[in-house]
C-alpha cells in the first residue's frame, strides 16, 4: 500500500550494577532505522544543538544513565499506555522505546476518562542491575514499577504507599543500606503544599515503613516547592526542586550533610534575560567519562508552553563549591539561566551518534500501533486492529451515556503536538454500520475545547462535518456543520495545520492533492495539565450488536507547506 517510514529493532544487554545514577560499565542499545521529525530537530549537526531537545510534552521530566545510554520518563495521567520510556545515547537525540504502564490501576477506575489524574510526576533510577520507576497517583498513593530492560516487560504496579496528595516521589539508597524516599505534597488532595517530606523505606523499595518528617517548608520564601529529586555527591544531601510555580517559578537546590537537614537553600536557575519561562522541575545526569575524559553534568528539565504542552530543555551544569549552577552565569553569581543553543555533550567513544526524535506519523504496517499513540482511559481490545493489513481499523464504540462531547469518550487515539508549526493528514475510508446513525470517524484537535472533522453517518447517508465544542471540560455541546456528501467507501483525506500560538486550520481533500478549507481557524488550547494533542476516532451512541469500522490508511506529519489553504 505504501513503504513504511520507519521500522525498529530494539535489544539491551545485561546492564552492569550502579549506584545513583552511574555504572561501572556500559550498556549496548541498538536502534535500527531511527525516526527523524521534519517538523523539528534539536541536533544543528555542527555538534551544537538547539533547546528545546524534546519539543513536545513530555511532563515532569526524570532521567538516569546506565552505563553509555540514558532514559527519560515523563508524566502521562491519563493518557495509555502510560509511563513513555524514551533513550538517548547524547541526551540531545531521543527515542522511544516503551511504556511502563500499559494498564493504569485501579483498572475500574481508569476505564472512564479522569482528565488530570492518573500518573503525576515519575522518578526513574537503575540500581541492582533493574530500572525502578517510582510514580504518584494523587488519589490513591504512591507506586512502583519495575524492568531489568527499560523498553519493558515493566512489572506490574506495587503500592509503595496509599494516601491522598502524595506526589513526586524520588527514590535514593544511601551508603549504609537504608533506602529513602522524597516526595512532595498536592494542596488539592493533602490540604497543604509547599513542604517536602523524607520518608524510610524496606530494603527492597516497595514499602514505606515511616511516617516520615517535613525537612523543608517552602511557605516563607518558595511557595508551591515541588517535584523534588535526591541525589548524594561529596558527603551532601541534595533535593532539586523547582519553586514558585510552573510558569514563573525558578530551580531550588537544597543541600545538607544530614537527610533530615537542616538544609541550606540556593537558587541556581532562574528565566534570567532568557524567554524560557519557568524552568521547572526535572533531573541532574552526568556523562560516563572515557579514557582521559572528564565526566559532564547536565540538566534536564521542563519549560510551560501553554497549549503546546510541557517541553523538555537541556541545560549544562557545573559544581562551585559544591553548589551546582544549572544553564550559563554571565555575571558569576552563582545562578545560571537557560541556554538556547549550546555544545552537544561529549561522549565516551568519542562517537557522533545518529539524529533521533520521537515518533509522530506512522503507516500502520505493523501489528502494533506507534509507540506514540495514546487512548483517553484503559483500552478495550475491540477498539482497534491494525494485524499487516496495511491500515488501522478503528471499530465504532459506543460513547458512555454520561459524555456530552468527545471529553468524556475513552477511545480517542490521540498524540502530543510535535512542535508549534505542523502539519497532520490522515486518509481514511470509513464504513458506517446500515443499521445504525450517528456514527463518527475523523481527525480532531484536543483540549478543554476541542475541534474535529469528521465523516458522520445519519438516514440520508454520509456526510463531512466540521465540528467545534468550546468548554468541553465544562459539558458543553459540540456545535457541527455539515460541509458535504460523501459517497460510502469513498477515501477522504483529513488534514489540520497547526500554526504559530497553536492556530489550526482544518481542510479535507477527495484526491490527496487539492485541499479545501473547512471552517474557521481554531484556537487549540490546553487540557488538564497537560497540553493540546492531535488525533484519531470512531464511534456511535447507539449498542447494537455490531459496529462500523473505519480504515485509517496513515498518519502523517509534515511541515506546513504553501499548498496548505
Known amino acids: ?40 530537530v534539536a541536533d544543528l549537526g555542527n555538534g551544537s544543538y538547539k533547546n528545546p531537545v524534546l519539543d513536545a510534552d513530555y511532563s515532569d521530566p526524570d532521567a538516569c544513565r546506565a552505563g553509555d545510554d540514558f532514559y527519560l520518563v515523563a508524566s502521562s495521567f491519563d493518557a495509555i499506555p502510560g509511563l513513555p520510556i524514551l533513550h538517548s545515547k547524547d541526551l540531545v537525540n531521543w527515542t ?93 488532595r493533602a490540604g497543604i503544599k509547599s513542604i517536602i517530606t523524607v520518608k524510610k523505606l524496606s530494603p527492597d523499595g516497595t514499602k514505606v515503613t515511616d511516617e516520615g518528617a517535613i525537612v523543608y517548608d517552602g511557605h516563607e520564601t518558595d511557595p508551591t516547592i515541588e517535584g523534588p529529586k535526591i541525589y548524594k555527591r561529596n558527603s551532601y544531601y541534595y533535593i532539586f526542586a523547582p519553586a514558585g510555580g510552573v510558569p514563573t517559578g525558578w530551580q531550588l537546590v537544597l543541600r545538607s550533610k544530614s ?8 537558587v541556581v536557575m532562574d528565566q534570567g534575560k532568557t524567554p524560557i519561562n519557568g524552568p521547572h522541575q526535572g533531573a541532574w545526569v552526568t556523562t560516563n567519562p572515557g579514557k582521559g ?51 552537544k555533550p561529549n561522549h565516551t567513544s ?66 502530543k503536538f510535535p512542535t508549534e508549526t505542523f502539519m497532520a493528514t490522515t486518509k481514511v475510508i470509513f464504513k458506517p454500520n446500515p443499521k445504525l446513525e450517528n456514527e463518527k470517524a475523523g481527525l480532531i484537535i484536543m483540549g478543554l475545547s476541542y475541534a474535529n472533522l469528521m465523516l458522520k ?33 469513498t477515501p ?3 488534514r489540520v495545520a497547526v500554526t504559530k500560538g497553536a492556530k489550526c486550520q482544518f481542510s479535507y481533500s477527495l484526491d490527496g492533492q487539492n485541499f479545501t478549507k473547512t471552517g474557521d481557524s481554531f484556537q487549540a488550547e490546553v487540557g488538564r495539565w497537560i497540553g493540546a494533542k492531535m488525533g ?28 496548505t489553504p
Open 1 to 40: 500500500m505504501k513503504s513504511q517510514l520507519l521500522s525498529w529493532a530494539f535489544f539491551l544487554v545485561t546492564l552492569p550494577g550502579f549506584a545513583q545514577n552511574t555504572v561501572s560499565k556500559p550498556s549496548s542499545f541498538d536502534v535500527s532505522t531511527p525516526y527523524v521529525s521534519k517538523v523539528w
Open 96 to 188: 522511544i522505546i516503551g511504556h511502563a504502564l500499559k494498564r493504569q490501576p485501579p483498572f475500574d477506575h481508569f476505564e472512564k476518562t479522569q482528565h488530570g489524574n492518573g500518573v503525576w510526576a515519575p522518578a526513574i533510577r537503575y540500581h541492582n542491575k533493574e530500572f525502578y520507576i517510582y510514580y504518584p497517583d494523587p488519589d490513591f498513593g504512591i507506586y512502583l514499577t519495575k524492568a531489568t530492560n527499560p523498553a519493558g516487560p515493566w512489572s506490574a504496579p506495587v503500592l509503595v504507599e496509599s494516601g491522598k496528595g502524595l506526589i513526586d516521589p524520588c527514590p535514593l539508597w544511601d551508603d549504609n543500606g537504608q533506602v529513602y524516599l522524597v516526595h512532595g505534597w498536592a494542596g488539592s
Open 259 to 266: 537527610i533530615y537537614g537542616p538544609y541550606e537553600r540556593k
Open 293 to 343: 575524559k572528564a565526566a559532564e553534568d547536565w540538566f534536564l528539565h521542563f519549560q510551560d508552553k501553554e497549549a503546546y504542552g510541557r517541553v523538555v530543555h537541556l541545560q549544562p551544569m557545573k559544581w562551585v563549591s559544591d553548589w551546582p549552577v544549572i544553564g550559563v552565569d554571565p555575571d558569576g553569581d552563582g545562578k545560571g539561566e537557560p541556554v538556547l543553543t549550546y555544545k
Open 350 to 415: 568519542g562517537k557522533s551518534y545518529p539524529v533521533a526524535t520521537p515518533a509522530e506519523s506512522d503507516e500502520f504496517n505493523t501489528t502494533a500501533l506507534g509507540l506514540q499513540w495514546q487512548w483517553q482511559a484503559n483500552p478495550k481490545g475491540i477498539w482497534h486492529t491494525t494485524s499487516r493489513q496495511g491500515f488501522l481499523r478503528l471499530y465504532s464504540y459506543k460513547t458512555p451515556e454520561d459524555a456530552k462531547n468527545n471529553w468524556e469518550v475513552p477511545n480517542l487515539l490521540m498524540q
Open 457 to 489: 453517518s445519519s438516514k440520508e447517508g454520509l456526510a463531512l462535518v466540521y465540528g467545534v465544542c468550546k468548554k468541553a471540560s465544562e459539558g458543553k455541546s459540540e456545535e457541527e456543520t455539515v460541509i458535504t456528501r460523501i459517497n460510502p467507501g
Open 492 to 494: 477522504v483525506y483529513l
Open 536 to 563: 484519531i476516532f470512531c464511534t456511535r451512541t447507539t449498542q447494537i450488536n455490531d459496529s462500523g469500522y473505519a480504515d485509517f490508511d496513515w498518519f502523517r506529519v509534515e511541515p506546513v507547506t504553501s499548498v
